[in-house]
T-cell receptor, first 115, second 113 residues
């Protein structure tokens, strides 16, 4: 079946611009995660959505970062006033959230370069 | 807070050599442990996972890992590597109180033919 998809695959932007990154999770997966993979920082958790519950935003690095998930499916990660240190690969993952046996499946990522 | 350490940053092996990649974690409670692999140009894929039960878990492509609770370790092993195993390997932890994964910094494996 179809996996997690993300768009765009690559994004180049200028410092100070806003960007939106999109994630389509696997159909039927109720949980959705955003991570960031950057040089020197490894893979970091950003935000987590589960159904209609309030999202876990504990990993967002600043208030320039926000995310929403509409209709319990597609999610958009928005970075406002981008900075060069925001350059990274942004990964989305989804899972069926079956309690302790949950496994997250990752998308191909969006590579963001802020000039 | 929990953390995951992968001390081998870059490993170079010849084909048919045995592989062991170290993973140690810091967390006092119950954990789920994972190894993910990222082949060149591809996305993260799950290799294997440990939730409970038998501490020796087998994954895809001949990989296995052993959970040693007393050592807070979850090392990845393969008896004989192939050139196609060239990739970056990530160990990850999930504690039962938090959904998000905590990743190690990754180990880049290069297998020479």
């Amino acid at each position: 079946g179809a996996g997690v998809s993300q768009s765009p695959s690559n994004k180049v932007t200028e410092k100070g611009k806003d960007v939106e990154l999109r994630c389509d999770p696997i159909s039927g997966h109720t949980a959705l995660y955003w991570y960031r993979q950057s040089l020197g920082q490894g893979l970091e958790f950003l935000i987590y959505f589960q159904g209609n519950s309030a999202p876990d935003k504990s990993g967002l690095p600043s208030d320039r970062f926000s995310a929403e998930r509409t209709g319990g499916s597609v999610s958009t990660l928005t970075i406002q006033r981008t900075q060069q240190e925001d350059s990274a690969v942004y990964l989305c993952a989804s899972s069926q959230n079956r309690g302790v046996v949950e496994t997250q499946y990752f998308g191909p990522g969006t590579r963001l370069l802020v000039l | 807070a929990q953390s995951v350490s992968q001390h081998n940053h870059h490993v170079i092996l010849s084909e048919a050599a045995s592989l062991e990649l170290g993973c140690n974690y810091s967390y006092g409670g119950t954990v789920n442990l994972f190894w993910y692999v990222q082949y060149p140009g591809q996305h993260l894929q799950l290799l294997l996972k440990y939730f409970s039960g038998d501490p020796l878990v087998k994954g895809i492509k001949g990989f296995e890992a052993e959970f040693i609770k007393s050592k807070f370790s979850f090392n990845l092993r393969k008896p004989s590597v192939q050139w196609s195993d060239t990739a970056e390997y990530f160990c990850a932890l999930r504690d039962t109180g938090r959904r998000a994964l905590t990743f190690g910094s990754g180990t880049r494996l290069q297998v020479q033919p």
